[in-house]
């Protein structure tokens, strides 16, 4: 593995690329980059955190906005960081079995209430087709 080639995987995973996607980019096997992860275990610690830099990028552009007192910016966080409190979805949570209680139909209408489905299914897939 060439130099070049490091310094060029480098800026792939700081891009967020994922394995396949730098070695297509720096036009090598994934197979070679494996490999020379597994024999410089320190690149690919690295490696792990440079694909981490387009979240930190956006997580800085994101508190550069609230601290330019942009109140989009500064209400999206609190919906997403401070959900107890400014969340505008209420989130249940289930624990346990859930049983659904059919009332009792014989197989042939089990069956055809399956066939009546799959039809409605082929009328959707040739519309959408057709479009």
């Known amino acids: 593995m060439t130099a070049e080639v490091i310094t060029e995987l480098k800026k792939a995973f700081s891009w967020g690329f994922t394995d396949e996607e730098a070695s297509l980019?720096?036009?090598?096997?994934?197979?070679?980059?494996y490999d020379?992860?597994?024999?410089?275990?320190?690149?690919?610690?690295?490696?792990?955190?440079?694909?981490?830099?387009?979240n930190l990028k956006a997580k800085i552009n994101w508190v550069s906005k609230i601290q330019a007192s942009d109140y989009q910016a500064s209400k999206e966080w609190l919906e997403r960081?401070?959900?107890?409190?400014?969340?505008?979805?209420?989130?249940?949570?289930q624990?346990?079995?859930?049983?659904?209680?059919?009332?009792?139909?014989?197989?042939?209408?089990?069956?055809a209430m399956s066939?009546?489905?799959?039809?409605?299914?082929?009328?959707e897939i040739i519309n959408w087709s057709n479009k």
């Open 25 to 33: 980019f720096c036009k090598i096997a994934p197979r070679t980059l």
């Open 36 to 54: 020379y992860c597994s024999k410089n275990p320190e690149f690919a610690e690295l490696k792990e955190l440079l694909k981490k830099s387009p």
């Open 81 to 93: 960081k401070s959900r107890d409190e400014f969340s505008l979805k209420q989130e249940i949570e």
């Open 95 to 111: 624990k346990g079995e859930m049983t659904l209680i059919h009332k009792n139909i014989s197989k042939e209408e089990a069956e």
């Open 115 to 123: 066939e009546y489905e799959r039809n409605e299914r082929r009328k």
